[in-house]
C-alpha cells in the first residue's frame, strides 16, 4: 500500500511537481513528507548524464520513527 498521496509544491503562483520523500514507520505507520535539494540535484544531474528525462519521482523510505524506535 502506498502511503502517500501526490504533492505539489507553488512556485512563483504556478504548480510544480517536486521530488518528493516520505519516512515511513513500519511500527505505527506515521508518515513524514519531507524534500531536500541535495536529492533533487543528484537525480537530476544523474538523469541528464544519461540522457533520462524525469516526469515524476516520489521516494518511500520505510523504517521506524523516532518515537517506536
Known amino acids: 500500500m502506498n502511503a502517500f ?4 509544491h507553488s512556485r512563483r ?3 510544480h511537481p517536486r521530488i518528493t520523500a516520505f519516512e ?3 511500527a505505527c ?3 513524514n513528507e519531507f524534500d531536500d535539494t541535495r536529492i533533487e540535484d543528484a537525480l537530476t544531474k544523474h538523469a ?3 540522457g533520462f528525462k524525469i ?14 524506535r
Open 5 to 8: 498521496v501526490v504533492c505539489c
Open 13 to 15: 503562483g504556478q504548480i
Open 24 to 26: 515511513i514507520c513500519e
Open 48 to 50: 541528464r548524464s544519461s
Open 55 to 68: 516526469r515524476t519521482t516520489t521516494i518511500e523510505v520505510h523504517g521506524l520513527c523516532a518515537d517506536c
Open 29 to 31: 505507520g506515521k508518515v
